[in-house]
């Protein structure tokens, strides 16, 4: 299925956003994810399932200074 992770188009075989997560090698606790628009809670991204062309907005936090 395509999806749109952060303005760019990616193909992947997963079906629920923990799933993605994960295979994008997103890990730990900081990260703020919503689809299309929505804000998805951490405890509710391993039922959230993902739908072809949906819009993945992952935000993680940036190291330095």
Do not use: H, W
Not at 8 to 24: F, G, P, R, V, Y
């Amino acid at each position: 299925m395509n999806v749109v992770i952060n303005g760019e188009t990616k193909i992947t075989n997963s079906t629920t956003l923990a799933d993605l997560l994960k295979e994008q090698n997103y890990t730990g606790d900081t990260i703020a994810t919503a689809i299309n628009g929505v804000f998805v809670a951490k405890t509710d991204r391993e039922q959230t399932l993902l739908t072809d062309n949906c819009s993945i907005e992952i935000v993680a936090p940036v190291q330095g200074g």
